[in-house]
């Protein structure tokens, strides 16, 4: 029984031994929780495993077809494993730990949950120990299954996306069935979030009880959503490391762990799920924990690979006036890196464009009163390097099969030691003599031909990969525990709980257009909090730089646009759009954000942040695109306290917190239509946002 903040988790072992979920949901007193259900199973067709919400089902013995969490295979060839409960242990007031045995093979399985109860979230993850003296073979090692309450039919939120493009809110009912989401890149990849949240299909923003989760692990994953008939609907989520192409050998005396996962149930709709996710994510997950981020400026967009000592102190120079605080240099900056075809593992400074090494633009940068940020691409390799042309064999690749380039690169086996360690050497080495507080992280590929790890099980090589990328990120944060991380895969390709426990921020996606990034923001902040969310100003697109301004301003600011070519007003408006951005930060990052309106789909949304203690807030309106005559939908604010009194830039007079939540307010973003010289001109309001602090009247 593990009772949080508002909901209760309850497991049991029923009569005839299996570990099964007694209850999910709104906080009971233990004395209502339902005992652990028994089952005699169904017919021929079906035994009891069948019809059971199993918390770790194990596959191989008795009726069971529905999604088991761990399949294994003994060296004797058996392939059904039967666990039995055999004890369980508290550690604190906070960790379960469940141990099962297999009931003949020397085999255990510890199941580890953790609460969080002030975000009403658990997490699990497990350790497969085989405490025999031959070896076992795991082909499926999930972190565990989730079970809502039976009885209702769920619609599965999730988010779906593409480079350029991601993150974007799905809601599908759950068919009978099996419906599985997944990635098989090796990463986590643009196409789906490794994130769920299931309601009956009448939650809204505010209101309405979800169940979602998430996973915490960067390589090829799964989640598995299976619908049965049985108790009149019975749906399970599994979520794990993907079994796709996975093995895993245990040897004698050795153990396994799974990535985490984290769930939570709330009745306050997918706003109050994501913002128990932001907490999560700020307070427990997040390297350097809550704490706001710097205002940068990134060269990628300005200058591509055109990049060099006086280009880039003049970018610089521009950005430390408009107030930037980070500087950060992109691609290529590095030996031979002239273009996306070489240089890729040569990680020196390019003698060419930076003469005297990076000393001298990094303090200029720092003499401007910028911190230096670096962009790098640990994990690959272009065919032309001399880091290839050295180790051909680094590559992930199977003999006589081509070796497919993506981007013109290869991807390095991050499995293999020697390849970690030389990584390790080189970004200690970059970071070691230079000043550097920020390094993006990119990886622009995904896995094909997934050969290279020459173990007892070739397939291994799935996690082990993922396992020494981490290994490299722990290293090196142990050694520069000051650098700020970003992680970054063609944009939003690795964004998940794992990495951000090495990684303290997130480029969202490749796409800077603005109309754009206002509904993959939205898509982002389902998991995401603004603190990891790093957005930039470009020159992307067509719209205001106002506009431009206020859609960033939602997340992490940054800039990325070619300074050099903008005017003497662009530079004004921006430095005052920087400047009221450092004072509304901490709200936007480290604050409670409720989506009031929705920007997918729709042509006028906004968004709200309130601090902690409700003393302010900032509310952020843009349109889109109203036909007109427009209406402008009432907006209801939130997280304000009912009694005290708030005043909002741009209206007059203070209300009370209880009335703008109430009552509402609009913001009209109106078209105008302006006579000039006898001819009147329409000018329509699409396109157009507003950006009102909130302030609580003091006393
Ligand atoms: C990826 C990143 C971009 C940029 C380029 C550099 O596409 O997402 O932001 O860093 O690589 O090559």
């Not at 996975?246 to 709709?269: L, M, N, S, Y």
């Not at 704490?291 to 400026?297: A, F, M, Q």
């Not at 900056?333 to 996306?340: A, E, I, L, M």
Request: aromatic residues 10%; hydrophobic residues 40%; charged residues 20%.
């Amino acid at each position: 029984m593990l009772h949080l903040h508002r909901s209760s988790y309850a497991l049991g072992v029923n009569r005839a031994g299996f570990l099964v979920n007694r209850y999910w949901g709104a906080r009971l007193p233990t004395e209502s929780i339902p005992d652990a259900a028994d089952s005699e199973g169904w017919a021929s067709f079906n035994g009891p495993g069948q019809l059971l919400p199993e918390e770790y089902p194990a596959w191989g013995s008795g009726l069971s077809y529905v999604e088991p969490c761990l399949k294994a295979t003994f060296a004797d060839g058996v392939r059904a494993l039967d666990l039995r409960v055999v004890g369980a242990e508290v550690n604190g007031e906070r960790e379960l730990i469940i141990q099962l045995r297999d009931n003949h093979y020397p085999l255990r399985v510890s199941l580890l949950y953790r609460a969080h109860p002030t975000h009403d979230l658990i997490e699990r993850s497990v350790t497969i120990h085989n405490d025999g003296d031959t070896p076992v073979r795991l082909e499926r090692a999930f972190s565990a299954q989730w079970h809502p309450p039976a009885g209702h039919s769920y619609r599965l939120s999730h988010l779906t996306g593409r480079w350029l493009d991601e993150w974007h809110i799905r809601r599908d009912r759950l068919p009978h069935g099996t419906t599985r989401l997944e990635s098989r890149r090796i990463m986590t990849g643009h196409q789906h979030s490794s994130w769920f949240a299931l309601d009956d299909g009448g939650a809204g923003e505010e209101t309405g009880e979800v169940w979602f989760g998430a996973l915490a692990w960067s390589g090829s994953w799964a989640l598995t959503a299976e619908v049965t008939d049985f108790e009149s609907q019975m749906t399970r989520v599994s979520l794990g490391v993907n079994d796709w192409d996975f093995a895993w050998q245990v040897p004698p005396g050795d153990t396994f762990t799974t990535p985490a996962t984290i769930a939570g149930w709330t009745d306050g709709g997918f706003g109050a799920a994501s913002r128990a996710l932001h907490d999560h994510i700020r307070e427990d997950v997040l390297p350097h924990g809550v704490t706001s981020h710097n205002v940068l400026y990134n060269s990628w967009e300005a200058t591509l690979f055109d990049v060099d000592e006086p280009g880039q102190t003049a970018l610089a120079e521009i950005a430390a006036d408009l107030g930037v605080e980070l500087f950060v240099m992109d691609d290529g900056w590095f030996k031979g890196r002239h273009h996306d075809r070489a240089g890729l593992g040569d990680w020196s400074p390019d003698t060419a464009k930076f003469p005297h090494g990076l000393k001298p633009l990094i303090d200029r940068v720092n003499a401007l009163g910028m911190g230096f940020g670096i962009w790098v691409e640990p994990e690959m390799v272009n065919p032309d390097s001399d880091l290839y042309r050295a180790h051909p064999d680094w590559v992930i690749h199977f003999p006589n099969r081509e070796r497919t380039t993506a981007r013109n690169q290869l991807m390095l086996n991050m499995a293999r030691e020697e390849v970690q360690d030389y990584t390790i050497q080189w970004l200690d080495a970059l970071l070691g003599n230079h000043k550097i507080s920020f390094v993006k992280w990119d990886a622009n590929r995904n896995v094909s031909e997934p050969g290279g790890w020459y173990g007892e099980e070739a397939r291994e090589l799935w996690v082990r990969y993922t396992q020494g990328v981490y290994r490299v990120f722990e290293t090196i944060r142990a050694r520069h525990p000051h650098v700020v991380f970003q992680s970054c895969s063609g944009g939003g390709g690795r964004a998940d709980l794992g990495i951000l426990r090495h990684a303290d921020q997130i480029w969202v996606s490749d796409n800077t257009e603005p109309a754009a990034r206002l509904g993959i923001q939205e898509g982002f902040s389902q998991v995401f909090p603004a603190s990891v969310m790093e957005a930039w100003v470009t020159d992307a697109g067509t719209l205001s730089l106002d506009f431009r301004f206020a859609v960033s301003m939602c997340g992490a600011l940054g800039i990325g646009a070619n300074l050099l070519k903008w005017s003497d007003e662009e530079r004004r408006k921006a430095k005052a759009w920087v400047a009221l951005y450092k004072q509304i930060r901490d709200v936007v990052q480290l604050g409670d954000q409720y989506r009031l309106l929705p920007a997918q789909g729709q042509g006028y949304s906004a968004v709200q942040y309130m601090a902690k203690d409700a003393s302010e807030g900032v509310l952020f309106v843009f349109r889109t695109h109203l036909a007109e005559p427009a209406t402008f939908p009432t907006l209801y604010l939130r997280g304000m306290k009912d009694d005290a009194r708030y005043t909002i830039e741009g209206l007059d007079g203070a209300r009370s917190g209880a009335a703008w939540m109430r009552a509402g307010l609009q913001v009209p973003l109106k078209s105008e239509i302006v006579w000039t010289h006898g001819t009147m001109e329409y000018r329509i309001g699409d396109f157009t946002a507003a950006v009102r602090r909130i302030a609580r009247v003091p006393g």
